[in-house]
């Protein structure tokens, strides 16, 4: 029974993570058409300083709380969640409400001191008021996770996005010629009601169980938990968030600000920086989720088996997933390049994010496996080494921003881009390779995929003239090559299966399995 429950969590993570995947690009791709590239700008500078805040209101909670609840779980101990769970709602209120008043009676002197534009100062006064909502959301996350009830935080989730969108959606139309502050401040008031909503129905659900866990349960000898219990987990997993959530808010601030040292107008500026950020990045980005949830589900098995020595298996599972990740990622690039004009038409109506999109396409492998090497270097027990490197990589960025972009524009945005992306990968794959002496095969994971991809992208152009019929033949054709090059053989597709039906419980008091950048 437990085992099935395992599987039907990691399933709903999995499908819940693409389906939310899906509804962020294409309530992105909604929002640009209506506001344009200068209020995507405007709304991805608003949003730097919202990210930032959040950080601040809950990193380390969620991790906190669920490693606390599964304890308890583990022992049987249930009625001492209720402790968890209150000493966490008060530390999340603790520092949500100063995060909370900090942005209000300051949201005019960043306005007008950080991000330059004044048009940003209603918006974060609205974002501020659900700050203390999603800190107490994200601890009763942590309890439904550490208490294995995903769906219930899924569920939450949902309500959250669909209350988000509609007041959104009818607000915009119902202010269709307002100017791109008031529409902001809209899709603000869209947010923080949604949050607030999601909260309050989370609650809800959190005191249903937890009565239930009361009346059926007894204390053993943990009884209390302590407010210091929680601050020993969430401090030191906050610290690395504030770091970097700050470093990289004053990177989004700083880039429209070059690009205006380079000559361009304010409006110009932010519709460079909406394009890129905004626009272009997410779509590139968004292939990422069909990898995302299976790397979710693999690291505690590197975890596990890096834990018992078992250093076979770690190099046999972390080749597994950086062939996986290399057959996708040079699948989207291949795309991206090939069609990129298509793409950009077609989800934007702007053939300029499609010269935008074909240019960073290059960059997508090193992106996707970035963020995987991030896991495996968590479940690795390396999380000082990376977050030695991201803030090296930060600082990098920030001086480029501040030195190249004021003379060379919105190629010193790309130039950004790619050198970080670049020092990025190669300083964790060094990490990574001499952690397992794993040995890279560039020919079997990187050259193959380049020729199948090739072949099939350039037939797709030849057969068809219509973007999704190229889409589909490019797959077809694409998983053809791969299957006789040998780049994915039967058992590779078992033992992807294998991951989903053998998920193990990992002890989640030895290792971090997260990468809390946001929560």
């Known amino acids: 029974m437990r085992r099935k429950k395992l599987i039907i969590n990691a399933l709903v993570m ?13 309530f992105r791709v909604y929002l640009s058409k209506k506001i344009g590239t200068e209020g995507m700008g405007l709304y991805q500078l608003i949003m730097s300083v919202y990210i930032m ?22 022992r049987g101990n249930k009625k001492a ?11 999340s209120l603790f520092f949500s409400l100063i995060t909370s008043i900090i942005l209000f009676y300051g949201a005019e ?5 950080f991000l330059n534009d004044e048009r940003a100062i ?46 959104v959606i009818l607000s915009i139309n119902i202010f269709i010629d307002s100017s791109i502050e008031k529409v902001c401040a809209l899709i603000c008031v869209g947010m923080a009601v949604g949050s607030i909503i999601s909260c309050i129905y989370a609650y809800l659900l959190c005191a249903l169980k937890v009565r239930t866990l009361n009346r059926t349960a007894s204390f053993s000898s943990y009884g209390e938990c302590k407010i210091i219990d929680i601050t020993k987990i969430a401090l030191p997993i906050a610290s690395s968030s504030y770091i970097q959530s700050g470093l990289r808010t004053i990177e989004d601030v700083l880039i429209p600000n070059a690009l205006r040292m380079a000559g361009t107008s304010l409006s110009t500026s932010l519709s460079i920086f909406g394009m890129i950020k ?16 299976f790397a979710t ?13 078992r250093n076979k298996m770690v190099n046999f599972i972390i080749s597994n997933v950086f062939r996986i990740t290399f057959i996708i990622s040079i699948f989207a690039s291949g795309i991206f390049i090939a069609f990129s004009n298509d793409i950009g038409f077609l989800v934007y109506n702007n053939k300029e994010i499609g010269s935008i999109i074909k240019i960073l396409a290059p960059v997508i492998p090193i992106m996707y496996l970035e963020r995987i090497m991030d896991g495996i270097l968590n479940s690795l027990n390396k999380q000082v080494a990376l977050l030695k490197i991201n803030l090296v990589d930060m600082i990098i960025r920030i001086l480029i921003i501040y030195f190249i972009i004021p003379t060379r524009g919105i190629e010193g945005f790309i130039i950004v881009i790619f050198v970080s992306n670049i020092f990025n990968f190669t300083l964790n794959m060094i990490n990574v390779l001499k952690v397992t002496n794993l040995q890279f095969n560039i020919f079997s994971w990187v050259l193959k995929p380049i020729i199948c991809v090739s072949i099939s992208a350039t037939s797709a152009y030849y057969i068809s003239n219509e973007f999704l019929s190229r889409l589909l033949v490019s797959m077809v054709i694409y998983s053809i090559m791969l299957m006789v090059t040998r780049c994915v053989r ?28 946001y929560l």
């Open 490 to 517: 039967i058992k590779d597709v078992h033992w992807i299966f294998d991951s989903f039906r053998l998920i193990k419980d990992v002890n989640v008091n030895s290792i971090k399995l997260y990468n809390d950048r």
């Open 14 to 26: 999995t499908f819940s993570t693409i389906i939310f995947g899906f509804i962020a690009m294409f």
């Open 109 to 113: 002197y960043i306005s007008l001191n």
């Open 53 to 74: 805040s959040i950080t601040f209101s809950s990193a380390g909670i969620r991790i906190a709380i669920t490693r606390l609840v599964a304890e308890q779980v583990g």
């Open 81 to 91: 969640i209720k402790s968890i769970v209150n000493k966490g709602c008060i530390y």
């Open 278 to 293: 905004g626009m272009a990045l997410p779509i590139i980005n968004f292939p990422a989720v069909f990898l995302s949830s």
């Open 122 to 167: 209603s918006s974060l006064k609205i974002l501020s008021y659900s700050l203390p909502f999603i800190g107490v959301s994200s601890c009763l996350s942590g309890y439904f996770y550490g208490a294995r009830e995903v769906v219930k935080s899924v569920s939450a989730e949902i309500i959250e996005n669909l209350i988000m969108m509609v007041i």
């Open 297 to 309: 589900l693999i690291i505690p098995e590197i975890a596990e088996a890096h834990s018992l020595n």
